[in-house]
């Protein structure tokens, strides 16, 4: 069966849900009680973090009622890595996520840890699926299975609902998976058990400036004085590639890039912190050499970016670093370096 032709067919299954779900329109004041009591009404006030968990068990569940439910109205919604225009309005957004659920019916997001201050929430989240169709439609003789690492940042409005998400997911690690680009494939993740470690207590004295500084040394290639920031046994996870290294190779890996990266700086633009964690987003801009000899160019880039870093007693233990190949690659692919008319345009 080909994709059109699935789509087709799923469509009208899930707008079937939907009027199910909201029957013909008319006042139910048994099921508007029942929803109230569930979501704390229209105009209550709702923990951020549950609205969250709510909105991951909804989409797990193709609970649209509830999916709706908790976005606000004029919600807003981006991929930062994806280099496009953000979605807004919680319809919009609500349609574009079951686009997803119906090309991926056997999907599910599970949420390892989830912390929080005020009205920002920080999600940490793995996503499980499989894959039966190829490209064209055709079933697969055997069904792939997938899945990567998923980095939320949200902000909720005074209701509670999330009025602003910000999704760091790198493309291109299931899209390996797929066999879909060229490159190793990263492994799937294992799907988290039990319930998700929930952190709502107040920052450790100090974790918010320890998180800055982390990030300009870092910039400066100071690394003597980042290894002095770091615990005994720190850990860099970079959530594409599911790889853990210690300090050493961390090192290591950044001097390596600096034969074809130089003028890095981090731009940090927020951090968030509960507990021992600080999220920090940031854009990384840097010039980038590309090709080699007279036809090298250098090419402006920047990636963003968004960290977990674990704290404990004021040293830094472990950073899981969400960032997105593609975004880099999409950057540097359209360069010309052969020829007389050699050009950089680096945003195709």
């Not at 996520?97 to 997001?109: M, R, Y």
């Not at 950044?254 to 021992?276: L, N, P």
């Not at 920090?280 to 007279?294: F, L, N």
Request: glycine share 8%; net charge negative.
């Amino acid at each position: 069966m080909r994709s059109d032709r699935l789509i087709a067919l799923t469509l009208p299954c899930l707008a079937l849900f939907f009027c199910i779900s909201c029957g013909d329109g008319k006042p139910n004041p048994e099921m508007e009680a029942q929803h109230q009591s569930r979501t704390g009404g229209l105009n209550s006030k709702v923990d951020p973090i549950q609205n969250f968990l709510n909105m991951i068990r909804a989409y797990n569940d193709s609970n649209l009622e509830d999916l709706l439910d908790a976005y606000s109205i004029d919600t807003f919604w981006q991929a930062p890595c994806a280099q496009r225009p953000p979605v807004r309005g919680n319809k919009i957004v609500v349609r574009q996520i079951v686009a997803f659920k119906v090309k991926l019916p056997e999907s599910s997001i599970t949420v390892r840890r989830i912390f929080g201050k005020g009205d920002m929430v920080v999600a940490q989240v793995v996503m499980n699926a499989v894959q039966r169709w190829d490209a064209q439609g055709i079933q697969k003789q055997k069904p792939v299975e997938m899945g990567c690492e998923m980095l939320y940042v949200v902000e909720a409005d005074a209701n509670g609902k999330l009025k602003a998400t910000l999704l760091y997911v790198d493309p291109s690690t299931t899209q390996k998976q797929l066999g879909l680009v060229y490159g190793e494939a990263p492994p799937v993740p294992a799907k988290p058990k039990g319930e998700p470690e929930k952190v709502t207590g107040p920052a450790e004295a100090g974790i918010e400036d320890l998180a800055g500084k982390v990030f300009d040394l870092w910039g400066k290639s100071d690394y003597d004085e980042f290894e002095k920031m770091t615990a005994s046994g720190f850990r860099y996870r970079d959530m594409r590639y599911g790889t853990s290294w210690d300090f050493a190779r961390l090192k290591a890996d950044d001097v390596e890039k600096k034969s074809v990266m130089s003028e890095r700086i981090f731009k940090v633009e927020q951090v968030i912190a509960a507990g021992s964690y600080a999220l920090v987003r940031y854009t990384m801009e840097a010039k980038y050499a590309v090709g080699s000899g007279e036809d090298k160019k250098i090419v402006p880039i920047a990636i963003h970016g968004a960290d977990v870093l674990e704290f404990r007693d004021g040293k830094l233990v472990q950073i899981e670093a969400y960032r997105s190949e593609m975004e880099l690659n999409s950057q540097i692919s359209d360069v010309e370096t052969t020829g007389p008319d050699a050009s950089v345009s680096p945003n195709k």
